[in-house]
């Protein structure tokens, strides 16, 4: 009765005493397969979110949901996290809270932690690259006569920068250049280059090159890709322009020696830090990996766990106290098939909870006009959602969705009939179906929830459209005959010569169909297949030829029969109806006399004009 009819629904009041509340509305919410038999009213409308009874319940449930949203983040970000069964035993949700509580603090300070160490180790990488290119820039310098140690107080080092720059060869000079090497994001390595070009008017050499091997964020943990550089120059105020230039762009300045045996020594203390910064790195991220794991293999249990317990005290804040403060009171509307079920849930949820006062139910008449509820099938809960999205019926008025189950995908296979893509969606839908129990965790997400809550329709839908497909003879757009020959042609039918002897057609570049017809019956009188345009008028003058207009897509060709009426012999006109063109016909039986006189005259409400004028006849 229910596909057809909304249910018949009752108002119920119930008494519920506050030790039993939790304990009752779980196992009323098992009910009908986790869907519930009961829709609550809200007894406390007139009171905020912020007055209600179970309102710090509902708070630490979504700070509990929070807290496995962060570990769920976490878990996708580090691989290799194997799954430990920590016990079959669910914990209460104050137990489950304390953990989380406790976890998280525990990994934010591990990833804050692990976060330093990253960014140390990126530094320690950055710093032995600049000394490995800085030995070859200053043997490079050392070779063009350039002395180092300290900036020497002149500005002015255009001398020993142009002999860097130029390659030229000399003796060591007595005005000694300053450098500045670190590392610094590849995409800022232009802009630091004009903006030291500018502020030091030229008196500066910068030398980098790109480091092959991207660094991995510490914050992000996307990849970025880095240059070592150096920067020569003379004088202090320039050394103070350009470490500030260089902050400014994100670059990070490292200590690079001009002496050989100290980057030597640099270099050994830089590489045995790197070692045992990899060791502590693996240890740190193994501890992670391991508290990770030991939550993974329950963390979607505990989430719908949570999220059951969050819909129980938000339901909860819909009840009221009565005057005593021990019982709530609760109003809602429930089917009255589900009377008996609801009964023994009461029962149930009185017993687990081991309450001294049974739930008491009583039936309440009202005038309130009750709420529609059909009780739909599996397969057909899909085409219920389609038809609710457009309107709800009213109380026990006719349900739209049984009919629509079978009506909507038959109409959509009429629309996208094709055996080839019809035959895939059947086939997905029925793998959806066939593996509905293994797929249904992925249903949460939102973009497949929809697909999977359709699976029936999207199978139905193709079966249609296949069907639809074997009667339009198409596969993948591709027209066949499996049939026979089809009534219509098309551009890929070129050598069908019943297709390529219509007049007015090219089978080898016309894109759009056509009608496949018989060209003697279609110049009857009268008749048209809507490829070629006929008509007859009388003429009362005897003209050869009266005109030759050229129109949307094609030339309208018109001929006189000496005694008889004006016959069309060829119109290849792909957008001209018989009706237009015999009204213009009949225009011109005044006479030719006026034809002799027409230059241009609007064919077809002025959309054709004539092209050619007239021949003046004799």
Not at 12 to 24: K, M, P
Not at 49 to 59: E, M, P, T
Not at 201 to 219: K, Q, S, T
């Amino acid at each position: 009765m229910s596909q057809f009819r909304s249910e018949e629904m009752q108002l119920v009041q119930l008494f519920i005493q506050s030790e039993a509340a939790h304990d009752t509305l779980q196992a009323l919410g098992n009910l009908n397969n986790g869907e519930g038999a009961i829709q609550f009213k809200d007894l406390n409308s007139d009171k905020s979110a912020f007055q209600r009874l179970f309102v710090s319940d509902v708070r630490r449930c979504d700070d509990m949901l929070r807290i496995m949203r962060f570990l769920k983040d976490m878990m996708a970000k580090e691989k290799g996290i194997r799954k430990i069964d920590a016990g079959s035993r669910l914990p209460t949700l104050h137990e489950l809270h304390d953990r989380l509580i406790e976890l998280e603090k525990e990994l934010k300070q591990h990833s804050s932690a692990f976060t330093q160490l990253q960014k140390q180790d990126n530094e320690l990488r950055e710093h032995s690259i600049v000394l490995e290119k800085g030995e070859d820039w200053f043997s490079s310098a050392y070779s063009r006569g350039v002395a180092f140690t300290a900036p020497s107080t002149r500005e002015d080092g255009t001398v020993e920068m142009t002999a860097m720059e130029d390659g030229m060869m000399g003796t060591r000079s007595q005005s000694m250049l300053g450098h500045i090497a670190g590392c610094i994001p590849s995409e800022n390595v232009h802009d630091l280059s004009l903006t030291l070009f500018r502020a030091t008017r030229g008196n500066m050499l910068l030398r980098h090159e790109d480091i092959n091997d991207p660094f991995p964020d510490p914050n992000t943990g996307e990849d970025v890709h880095k240059s070592v550089f150096v920067i020569f120059f003379s004088g202090e105020r320039s050394r103070i322009k350009i470490e500030k230039i260089c902050d400014s762009y994100g670059a990070t300045k490292y200590k690079l020696p001009e002496e050989r045996s100290q980057r030597d020594t640099l270099k050994n203390e830089v590489r045995d830090k790197k070692k045992d910064m990899e060791t502590v790195l693996n240890k740190t991220r193994e501890f992670r990996i391991r508290k990770l794991g030991d939550v993974k293999g329950n963390i979607e249990e505990w989430f719908d766990f949570v999220m059951k317990e969050k819909a129980i005290f938000y339901t909860l804040n819909m009840f009221n106290y009565d005057v005593t403060h021990k019982c709530l009171i609760a109003e809602g509307w429930c089917p009255t098939e589900d009377m008996d079920n609801i009964r023994e849930a009461l029962r149930k949820g009185t017993t687990m909870s081991q309450a001294s006062v049974q739930t008491v139910i009583n039936v309440v008449k009202s005038k309130e006009t009750p709420p529609t509820f059909f009780r739909n099938a599996v397969f057909s809960k899909g085409t219920q959602s389609i038809v609710d999205a457009y309107g709800m019926a009213r109380y026990q008025e006719f349900n739209p969705a049984t009919f629509s189950f079978i009506t909507f995908p038959f109409l959509f296979g009429v629309m996208f009939g094709d055996i080839g893509h019809g035959f895939i969606m059947a086939l997905s839908g029925l793998l959806l179906i066939l593996y509905e129990k293994k797929l249904a965790y992925l249903a949460k997400d939102e973009m497949f929830g929809t697909v999977y809550k359709g699976r029936y329709n999207i199978f139905l839908m193709g079966i249609f459209a296949t069907y639809s497909g074997f009667i339009y003879n198409e596969l993948f757009a591709v027209p066949l005959e499996i049939w026979g020959s089809t009534a219509w042609c098309s551009g890929e039918m070129a050598d069908d010569k019943a297709c390529a002897s219509i007049p007015g057609t090219d089978a080898a570049k016309q894109t759009q169909k056509w009608l496949r017809t018989n060209i003697n019956e279609a110049y009857s009188h009268g008749v048209s297949t809507g490829a070629e345009v006929i008509c007859a008028c009388s003429w009362a003058w005897d003209c050869t030829v009266l005109t030759r207009a050229e129109g949307f897509l094609g030339t309208l060709s018109l001929r006189y029969r000496p005694g008889m009426g004006t016959h069309i012999e060829q119109a290849e006109c792909g957008e001209l109806f018989q009706d237009e063109v015999c009204d213009h016909c009949r225009s011109y039986s005044n006479g030719c006399r006026s034809l002799h006189e027409a230059h241009e005259h609007a064919l077809l409400s002025g959309a054709v004009t004539l092209a050619n004028t007239f021949p003046r006849l004799s």
